[in-house]
C-alpha cells in the first residue's frame, strides 16, 4: 500500500490479558517507530527499529511491553498482562535509511483496557 | 532534557481570523522541527520540516517559521476544514535514538463559520 497501516483499529481487552498490534511500514522504509498518545498528552517515543540492528527499547514503559520486526518489514508491539493505564492508542511510523527523514503516521489501534 | 511546549493548548478562530500557533523547545542540537495535523481518530499526517533558524516554508494557508528557540505555525484566512490538533516535533541530533520524535501536546483548533 501506498501508506503505513496498522490493524486492528481499535481493540478493547479486559485486564490481564495479552494484546497485539501490528503494523506493516511504508515499502522500502528502513525505520521503524512506534509511539503512543494518552489522553491529553503528547506522543511518547516507545521503541525504534532501523534495519537488520538491535532495536532501541528505551521507551518502553514496562517489561510487560515488547515489540519484534520481522524480515524488516511488518512489526508486532505485544503488550502482556494488561493494565488499565495501558489504554491509549498505538502510533506506527515508518521513515527512510536518513535519521533526518520525515515519519510518516500510520491510523494507530485505538487500545482500551477494561 | 529535550522538551516541546505548544501553545495555545486550545484556539477558536473565526472564519477568515489570522492567527499563529507557538511551539517552543529545548533540544541539545536539532536536527529538524517538524509540525503534523492531527484529525479526531487518525494518525498525524505531515506539514512540514525546518531545519534552521530563519527557515519558512508555505502550504496553502498555512505557513511555518523558524527561531533558534520556537517556531510559529501561522495559519491565514483559516477555514473550518482547518480545524485539528497541529502537534509540534523536535529531532535531536545527538543522543541514544537518532531519528526519534520528542512530541509536543498540541494545539486544538477550531475555525468556526
Known amino acids: 500500500g501506498a501508506g503505513v497501516s496498522q490493524s486492528p483499529s481499535n481493540k478493547v481487552t479486559e485486564k490481564g490479558k495479552d494484546v497485539e498490534l501490528r503494523c506493516d511500514p511504508i515499502?522500502?522504509?528502513?525505520?521503524l517507530y512506534w509511539y503512543r498518545q494518552s489522553l491529553g498528552q503528547g506522543l511518547e517515543f516507545l521503541i525504534y527499529f532501523q534495519g537488520n540492528s538491535a532495536p532501541d527499547k528505551s521507551g518502553l514503559p514496562s517489561d510487560r511491553f515488547s515489540a519484534e520486526r520481522t524480515g524488516g518489514s511488518v512489526s508486532t508491539l505485544t503488550i502482556q498482562r494488561t493494565q488499565q493505564e495501558d489504554s491509549a492508542v498505538y502510533l506506527c511510523?515508518?521513515?527512510?535509511?536518513?535519521?533526518?527523514?520525515?515519519?510518516?503516521f500510520g491510523p494507530g489501534t485505538r487500545l482500551l483496557v477494561l | 532534557e529535550d522538551q516541546v511546549t505548544q501553545s495555545p493548548e486550545a484556539l477558536r478562530l473565526q472564519e477568515g481570523e489570522s492567527s499563529s500557533l507557538n511551539c517552543s523547545y529545548t533540544v541539545s542540537g536539532l536536527r529538524g522541527l517538524f509540525w503534523y495535523r492531527q484529525d479526531p481518530g487518525k494518525g498525524p499526517e505531515f506539514l512540514f520540516t525546518?531545519?534552521?533558524a530563519g527557515e519558512e516554508k508555505e502550504k496553502e494557508r498555512l505557513k511555518a517559521t523558524l527561531t533558534k528557540k520556537e517556531s510559529f505555525l501561522h495559519i491565514t484566512a483559516p477555514k473550518p476544514e482547518d480545524s485539528a490538533t497541529y502537534l509540534c516535533?523536535?529531532?535531536?541530533?545527538?543522543?541514544?535514538?537518532?531519528?526519534?520524535?520528542?512530541f509536543g501536546r498540541g494545539t486544538q483548533l477550531t475555525v468556526w463559520p
Open positions: 515499502s522500502g522504509h528502513t525505520a
Open positions: 516535533a523536535v529531532q535531536a541530533d545527538r543522543g541514544s535514538t537518532l531519528g526519534r520524535l520528542y
Open positions: 525546518l531545519y534552521s
Open positions: 511510523a515508518s521513515q527512510g535509511l536518513d535519521p533526518g527523514e520525515t515519519q510518516y
